[in-house]
């Protein structure tokens, strides 16, 4: 699959995947609470129905889930996550990050279009940002190549893309392309989203914390055309 595909991938097929699926479903649907399941569902903006299981029991239930299987390759991770992202319910989507968080490293380039289906499909701040800085930004920086398809994403109509963009070198510190950093947040410190306004003094905040210079003669340049969530944002800690 090339980097840049924006069909819809497939779900191939993984025994491992089946099997993980089955005990999941099964041990998530015991675990499942109504009444909390619609407190949750307000605090998220009813993006998605819930379960209603608390997160640490959902990590306790989900560490049992995987326990003792076998390590997956790409194409099990491929099918795990894209067929955890079918069921409604966000508990499920949220065992599908910390997965693909645990295993991306078995990830090539041409899972990018799994990434890229998960971010946009029922997008939400919980599992977007997660799939940025730690799905998205390992595959980057395994394969620079796919910094062209991060260009692409930055000026993408859909907000969680751009927002993708802008946070996918959160944990590379030293490593951070700057030059691409600042030109991410320079072009979306105009946009009247609340969602990138906030990933652009996020994206700053956290490379200030290995080159505070060049953060706050960045936000000097430019303090006219960002927003002064971005600005306070990317002060938070100067």
Known sequence: ??????????????????????????????????????????????VAPFLGIRTPLRRELSKAVTERSAEPAEADVT????????????????????????????????FLPVVRRLIVTVPWWDTVDLLAAH??????????????VMDEWIGDEDRWLSRTALLHQLRFKSATDTGRLFA????????????IRKAVGWALREYAKTDPEAVRAFVEAERDSLSPLSVREALKNL
Do not use: I
Request: hydrophobic fraction near 40%; include cysteine.
């Open 135 to 148: 799905a998205a930004g390992p595959l980057v920086a395994a394969d620079p190549r796919l910094t062209a």
């Open 184 to 195: 991410y947040c320079r072009s979306r410190g105009a946009h009247p989203d609340f969602f």
């Open 79 to 110: 099918a795990l996550v894209l067929r955890c992202w079918e069921l409604p319910e966000r508990e499920y989507h949220y065992f599908a990050v910390d997965y693909l968080r645990r295993h991306v490293r078995v990830c090539s380039s041409g």
């Open 1 to 46: 699959m090339r980097p840049n595909d924006q069909r819809p991938p497939k779900v191939p097929r993984s025994a491992l995947a089946d099997t993980l699926m089955d005990r999941l479903t099964a041990a998530y649907a015991a675990a499942a609470d109504p009444e909390q399941a619609r407190s949750m569902g307000a605090y998220m903006k009813d």
